[in-house]
């Protein structure tokens, strides 16, 4: 399992760094909350480590961003701030956890294997720009237009939306969404692209399916 630590302590990132790794978890560090949120985008974190106080962007900064973007990772706000007033405001802004500092490494390892039990919550409703998708309707629309899909398409799109923002690889897509996971059937995703790009993105002047050449695929308001 892969975790994600933004932490800008030195005393602090080494200690967590070294432990999960010791834990055998593979971990990657970020020191301030931009470098952060530029990994948190781009990889598939089981869970994410995130201090308050992070420079040039603060942790609830991150942790907002995140949230907005439909990320569902889970996520412990690390924090010296003990009031119950902080504690609330970080989990109100879609913390999963929150450890005051100073803590011991066994509690916060004990919380992120806890964490890591914890099914993840997913959203009732994902939205990227003008576009929604309802998952307990199971309906799509864009500008409050139906969108008719079918069951596979609805699926990858689904996908795509979880992770907006972010380059998603074929493979992912077709281990994600076919539970299938060898490079023969990578092509059929090019395929339910065009298809989606059809429903989804035809008649509209601003296209939210773009394409990162020999990579994949992303969905976003605006191509990165």
């Known amino acids: 399992m892969r975790?994600?630590?933004i932490e800008d302590e030195p005393k602090v990132s080494r200690t967590l760094v070294k432990g999960l790794e010791?834990?055998?978890?593979a971990v990657d560090l970020a020191a301030d909350g931009e470098d952060g949120l530029?990994?948190?985008?781009?990889v598939d974190y089981d869970a994410i480590l995130l201090d308050w106080?992070?420079?040039?962007?603060?942790?609830?900064?991150?942790?907002?961003?995140?949230?907005?973007?439909?990320?569902?990772?889970r996520i412990m706000l690390l924090s010296a701030r003990k009031e119950v007033s902080d504690r609330i405001l970080g989990l109100q802004c879609?913390?999963?956890?929150?450890?005051v500092k100073p803590f011991s490494f066994e509690e916060l390892l004990a919380r992120v294997h806890a964490l890591l039990r914890r099914p993840m919550e997913l959203l009732d409703k994902l939205i990227v720009e003008d576009l929604e998708l309802d998952r307990v309707r199971r309906t799509v629309t864009r500008s409050g237009k139906a969108i008719t899909l079918t069951q596979r398409e609805y699926a990858v799109l689904e996908y795509l939306m979880r992770n907006a923002g972010r380059t998603v690889t074929r493979t992912m897509v077709v281990e994600h969404v076919w539970n299938l996971g060898f490079e023969g059937l990578t092509n059929i995703?090019?395929?339910?692209?065009?298809?989606?790009?059809?429903?989804?993105?035809r008649g509209f002047t601003k296209p939210l399916i773009h394409t990162a050449r020999g990579v994949g695929y992303m969905l976003a308001g605006r191509n990165n």
């Open 3 to 5: 975790i994600l630590v």
């Open 22 to 25: 010791s834990d055998h978890f």
């Open 38 to 42: 530029q990994l948190a985008m781009e």
């Open 53 to 73: 106080n992070v420079p040039k962007l603060d942790g609830l900064t991150v942790l907002k961003k995140l949230r907005k973007s439909g990320s569902n990772t």
């Open 94 to 99: 879609g913390a999963d956890d929150y450890l």
């Open 189 to 201: 995703v090019d395929v339910y692209i065009n298809y989606l790009r059809q429903k989804v993105d």
